[in-house]
T-cell receptor
Framework: EAGVTQFPSHSVIEKGQTVTLRCDPISGHDNLYWYRRVMGKEIKFLLHFVKESKQDESGMPNNRFLAERTGGTYSTLKVQPAELEDSGVYFC????????????FGQGTRLTVV | GEDVEQSLFLSVREGDSSVINCTYTDSSSTYLYWYKQEPGAGLQLLTYIFSNMDMKQDQRLTVLLNKKDKHLSLRIADTQTGDSAIYFCAERGLGGTYKYIFGTGTRLKVLA
């Protein structure tokens, strides 16, 4: 069974450009989470989807970030326009039910804004 | 508020035991986790402990939980060079969105 897959693995963009990150959760997992780790800091929660609905987006930093999950399958996280402080590793995780013991994480997308 | 703290670095010699410590603030946390991130890889679940447990052992890994002090530790016995990685402590409640609250991660360096 395929795990959580994220694309791309690395992205280098210039300040002001747009970048879209993609996450494919484990098939059948209704719950999808986005997290971010800025260099040397903790991994912070961004938002949580249940199917196609946003359950909690309290961690989204500002309105330059837009997450979607049309059809309740894969999810995209768009940053527009990107700023230097957006650099970091973006992780996606999925779980079958909300109170699962474990959410499964992808390998992350390393975003560098120059 | 919710907060998880870890020291940033730990260096040990191969064959020694490593102890990575973590403190958390949310007394309602139900699960506490240790994740490992190797260079270029994603987050790998190492082990977790339910909040009504004091200890959990899994091969070379021992997790100790002091709920009164809100202190969690991970002991790795006979540390190997392959254990070099970043170790993240995380807490998770059963309310709200069940989101993880992670620490900053402890970078473990194992010296040959």
């Amino acid at each position: 069974e395929a795990g959580v897959t994220q694309f791309p693995s690395h992205s280098v963009i210039e300040k002001g450009q747009t970048v879209t990150l993609r996450c494919d959760p484990i098939s059948g997992h209704d719950n999808l989470y986005w997290y971010r780790r800025v260099m040397g800091k903790e991994i912070k929660f961004l938002l949580h989807f249940v199917k196609e609905s946003k359950q909690d987006e309290s961690g989204m930093p500002n309105n330059r970030f837009l997450a979607e999950r049309t059809g309740g399958t894969y999810s995209t996280l768009k940053v527009q326009p990107a700023e230097l402080e957006d650099s970091g590793v973006y992780f996606c995780a999925s779980s079958q039910v909300q109170d699962s013991t474990e959410a499964f994480f992808g390998q992350g997308t390393r975003l560098t804004v120059v | 508020g919710e907060d998880v703290e870890q020291s940033l670095f730990l260096s040990v010699r191969e064959g020694d035991s490593s102890v990575i410590n973590c403190t958390y603030t949310d007394s309602s946390s139900t699960y506490l986790y240790w994740y490992k991130q190797e260079p270029g890889a994603g987050l790998q679940l190492l082990t977790y402990i339910f909040s009504n447990m004091d200890m959990k052992q899994d091969q070379r890994l021992t997790v100790l939980l002091n709920k009164k002090d809100k202190h969690l530790s991970l002991r790795i016995a006979d540390t190997q060079t392959g254990d070099s990685a970043i170790y993240f402590c995380a807490e998770r409640g059963l309310g709200g969105t069940y989101k993880y609250i992670f620490g900053t991660g402890t970078r473990l360096k194992v010296l040959a």
